[in-house]
């Protein structure tokens, strides 16, 4: 009796544990399958998305081109500037599918670039000024679509706006490298500047520092932008990360800046500063820097050697020019901008409002709004 009973417990234990077996397996397969099924998803679903991309690149590309080629008929302002909004459209599209279409950071740079300098020039310049360059803003769109049509490659120095950063016809040297390698060692202490390549008078190094690893750009004497890998880094505050930006930039070759503004996200705190003349900011050659852990992870300088030469006086003060105002905010600063290609000095309002930040700038000469963003 016993041993029946026994040999019937036995069955019973067998029995659980084929079905724990069973149903185990069962789960396996089935987080299997939804885990294969989910990448497939996810590939599928990232096919998609490069596929969108490729399309809206390749309408926005012919359509910049048409625009441009357009633009070469204008000779009155009114038609320019709406080919001018149009084409800005455009470029603007370009540039957002060209971010999804692509993952090759360095091969995409050139045509970030020149999709960064003709919205400028389109944003920012007078009608009149682009009907001036309307055959070069054409050149540049047609090459850029036949590159994005499958046809040669795209070469582009910042032939748009020259002065925004070095001479695009220098030749670099061993000697300018070795040079540009040692600059990049002293000042951001790194233990590795590997040379990478150099397009127009920019040198760019692959970098190493407290084994993390970066980039380095240097063009001239100076080094116009870096980045490095973060680790893990304490918090910093904000009055720190001003002296430790200033520092860096300061090393990097741009002595004499001012911070403008910080922003702290997260660890991180970024900083923007300026140049200032007489008080004036140069609110649109910031140079940023990022600061984690107590120490610059990133620099870009931006515009940070243009010139101001022609910087018209103040006729209003900062209460005068309070009352342009549609909503209340703190007082203004008072900066110079380069507008429609010409020094304008005026006095810049920050706003915090429920979709982000935003800035209107009253002209320090009239007291009346000129631009708002």
Request: charged content about 25%.
């Amino acid at each position: 009796m016993n041993y029946k009973q026994t040999k019937k417990d036995y069955r019973v234990i067998i029995a659980a544990v084929a079905v724990t077996v069973i149903v185990m397996l069962g789960g396996m397969i089935s987080g299997l399958v939804l885990a294969i099924r989910q990448r497939s998803e996810n590939a599928a679903f990232n096919d998609s998305s490069k596929l969108m991309a490729e399309s809206l690149l390749r309408d926005s590309a012919i359509e910049l081109r048409s625009t441009m080629s357009a633009l070469r008929l204008c000779n009155e302002v009114e038609p320019a500037e709406n080919l001018n909004r149009t084409g800005l459209v455009f470029a603007v599209r370009a540039e957002a599918a060209l971010e999804c279409h692509s993952d090759d950071w360095a091969d995409s740079r050139a045509k970030e670039q020149f999709l960064n300098d003709i919205s400028t020039v389109l944003h920012t310049y007078t009608a009149e000024r682009t009907m001036e360059m309307s055959d070069l803003l054409y050149e540049y769109s047609s090459k850029f679509c036949d590159w994005v049509l499958g046809g040669a490659e795209f070469e582009y120095n910042g032939e748009l706006i020259p002065a925004s950063g070095g001479d695009h016809d220098q030749e670099v040297s061993e000697d300018d490298i070795t040079a540009a390698a040692e600059l990049v060692k002293s000042a951001l202490e790194t233990t590795k500047a590997e040379y990478v390549g150099d397009y127009g008078g920019h040198i760019e190094f692959n970098v190493e520092r407290n084994g993390k690893t970066g980039y380095a750009v240097v063009c001239g004497t100076k080094i116009i932008e870096f980045a490095f890998v973060r680790g893990e880094g304490a918090d910093t505050d904000t009055e720190t990360a001003k002296k430790v930006a200033l520092e860096a930039a300061a090393a990097c070759g741009y002595d004499g800046l001012e911070v403008k503004w910080c922003e702290t996200t997260g660890k991180s705190v970024s900083v923007i500063m300026c140049k200032s003349y007489d008080g004036a900011i140069a609110c649109d050659d910031s140079a940023i820097a990022v600061v984690y852990g107590g120490e610059t992870v990133a620099f870009t300088a931006g515009g940070c050697d243009a010139e101001h030469k022609n910087i018209p006086s103040a006729k209003k003060t900062e209460t005068q020019a309070h009352k342009a105002l549609r909503r209340e905010t703190d007082n203004g600063t008072l900066v110079v901008r380069t507008m429609n290609g010409e020094e304008r000095i005026c006095y810049e309002y920050r706003y915090e409002l429920d979709d982000g930040v935003h800035y209107v700038y009253v002209c320090a000469e009239s007291g009346k709004q000129i631009d708002v963003k």
